[in-house]
């Protein structure tokens, strides 16, 4: 599946590293606003392991993530987190990575001390994604 997916993605130049590392930032990001309020904690869990990434991208971090910012508040508000999260989890392809898909927007979630219902659900459709 791997070797596949780096197939599709060779003439884009996109790594399957890469890709992988960009859906996790971006589940991360989905989770920050799914509450409907967007609080500093929830960034600062974001923004701490987006720089622990080596990433490896044409579009530096932080415009990367303040542009997705969009596309998630997007996907929230046009009720498609359900196939945003099963978009995403398709790129992650490592069973690691997948786990740290749900720890990390289970952190993000508990990051403003209240995990709302919105959030609750989306944890319970990635955790069932993974398994």
Not at 69 to 78: E, F, N, P, R
Request: one cysteine or more.
């Amino acid at each position: 599946m791997k070797f596949e997916q780096l197939l599709t993605h060779f003439d884009m130049g996109i790594s399957i590293e890469q890709l992988q590392k960009e859906s996790l930032l971006d589940i991360a990001i989905l989770f920050m606003g799914l509450d409907g309020a967007i609080d500093d904690k929830e960034k600062l869990v974001v923004k701490s392991f987006a720089r622990n990434l080596d990433w490896h991208s044409v579009i530096p971090l932080d415009d990367y993530i303040t542009d997705m910012q969009g596309k998630c508040i997007l996907a929230i508000q046009s009720n498609e987190v359900e196939s945003f999260i099963q978009h995403r989890l398709k790129h992650i392809v490592d069973a690691p990575m997948r786990d740290l898909a749900l720890k990390l927007a289970t952190e993000v979630s508990k990051a403003d001390g209240t995990v709302d219902d919105k959030e609750r659900r989306a944890l319970s459709l990635l955790e069932a994604e993974i398994i």
